[in-house]
């Protein structure tokens, strides 16, 4: 009758530091079909396939590229042609001697400023893979989250399948003993109630798990779920130390791309110093004068940075080159916090499930004892429904507890390990 708890028994005894779910957890439903079962794994590559949210910074890429091909473009010469004197020209004479002159100008770019833009443009397209590097784990959290949460209201549908069996199998005892006169009928009212409390249980839990299933189903961008049942146990790594954590810390998104960070902002600088040199305006072409006359015109041009060498763009590109140590300080104190955060709570919790278990183990052994009592008459109704109400209590915990440290030790995996196994390969050159 318990082949279930005893199931997520053993899983805390085989390993206290990682508790898992039943391979084969159901949602029970009345109008349920069948259909395929889903892994954790098959979630994560439909949401790494189909999310709408990738895809948009998948498409970013290739404004990156054409962002980055405007960049390295040059500046286009102008062709222009001027009339000069249209209305007249001599003061004693009617006639009218129009000046035509046609010139092709260019702006030579000094400074190197062309390939300063480029440059921060292939910057921002590389830190934009440490963005897309940190959306893939946080949708990888999400995932994994879910799966959670529709594995734990699994786990409780379960055990409130088994309760209502072991209630309604008190009801039959309960019945024959007020059938014989031992019992007053009003126990059987007790009885009934109880069994009316699973059955709101057991509608709520199936409500609940219906729309944690569109909630999954929704990371991949699908309207309605194609599953029913979730496949397999959560293979989440364990085991490491401490401080071999504390070194995949370092690894996490929000703290790897603060060296590139620091090549952008002095980039920056460079950028915003050869602003301050003045660009190169050439002119040259023809100039006609009736009746048959022609002459070669030639101009230059260079502005005068006596008023703006751009110095507020250089100094706040300075300021925050300044600012760079003491910034990625401050982040990788929170992320370290963060993370010291979820590693004693993931610890905590996990205790915390062992301690439950050796509790819902008592009251098992608890409730078979008083089953057979009160099958020898040796003690009342009131302490088998007793036993029974505190078994369905402490194994209702003992899921709750089982959930919390699951969805600790995913919290405590996000600053540590890649939550999207599909992500893996994809490495910073792609975004070069």
């Keep these: 009758m318990f082949k279930f708890l005893v199931l997520m028994s053993c899983i ?9 779910w039943s391979q084969n957890a159901e949602v029970f439903s009345a109008d349920a ?28 890429q290739t404004l990156w590229n054409s962002r980055e091909l405007q960049a390295g473009l040059g500046l286009n010469p102008e062709l222009s042609l001027v009339a000069e004197d249209l209305l007249g020209s001599a003061a004693f004479t009617s006639d009218l001697f129009t000046q035509f002159t046609l010139s092709l100008a260019q702006t030579l770019i ?10 921060l443009i292939q910057l921002q397209k590389q830190l934009a893979y440490w963005d897309y590097k940190l959306q893939l784990q946080n949708l990888g959290l999400e995932v994994h989250q879910t799966y959670i949460r529709l594995l734990a209201l699994q786990a409780e549908q379960q055990v409130v ?15 024959r003993a007020v059938a014989v006169g031992k019992l007053a009928p009003a126990v059987l009212i007790q009885s009934e109630l109880a069994l009316k409390k699973l059955d709101s249980e057991a509608l709520r839990l199936q409500i609940q798990s219906q729309s944690e299933r569109h909630s999954l189903a929704a990371l991949w ?6 599953f029913s049942q979730l496949n397999q146990s959560l293979n989440l790594s364990g085991g490491r130390s401490l401080s071999d ?17 620091s090549e952008y902002r002095q980039s920056l ?88 278990k050796q509790q819902q183990d008592l009251a098992q052994n608890q409730y078979q004892l008083a089953l057979k ?19 369905y209590l402490l194994s209702q915990q003992l899921a709750e507890a089982q959930r919390q440290s699951l969805l600790a030790r995913v919290d405590l995996l996000f600053y540590t390990d890649d939550l999207m196994p599909e992500s893996q390969g994809l490495e910073l050159k792609d975004f070069n």
Aim: a positive charge; charged letters at 25%; glycine letters at 6%.
């Design 12 to 20: 805390l005894l085989v390993n206290p530091d990682l508790p898992a």
């Design 161 to 175: 399948s088994e309760m209502q069996a072991n209630a309604q199998e008190v009801q039959r005892l309960l019945a």
């Design 33 to 60: 079909k069948p259909e395929p079962r889903l892994s954790l794994e098959q979630a994560l590559q439909r949401t790494y396939r189909d999310n709408p949210r990738l895809w948009q910074w998948r498409q970013e």
């Design 269 to 356: 600088l460079k950028e915003a110093e050869s602003q301050a040199i003045p660009d190169l305006n050439l002119s040259a072409g023809f100039r006609y004068h009736p009746p048959l006359s022609w002459g070669a015109v030639f101009s230059i041009g260079l502005p005068i940075p006596a008023f703006n060498s751009n110095q507020g763009k250089i100094q706040e590109a300075r300021l925050r080159q300044q600012m760079w140590l003491k910034e990625r300080q401050l982040e990788e104190n929170r992320v370290q916090g963060l993370f010291k955060q979820a590693y004693t709570q993931a610890q905590g919790l996990s205790q915390w499930t062992v301690l439950v």
């Design 110 to 119: 000094l400074g190197d400023k062309q390939n300063a833009r480029v440059r």
């Design 373 to 391: 009592a009160f099958q020898a008459g040796k003690i009342g109704s009131l302490e088998l429904l007793y036993s029974a109400q505190n078994l």
């Design 221 to 226: 961008g699908a309207t309605e779920p194609d």
């Design 245 to 261: 954590l504390e070194q995949a810390v370092l690894k996490h998104p929000r703290l790897a791309r603060w060296e590139l960070d």
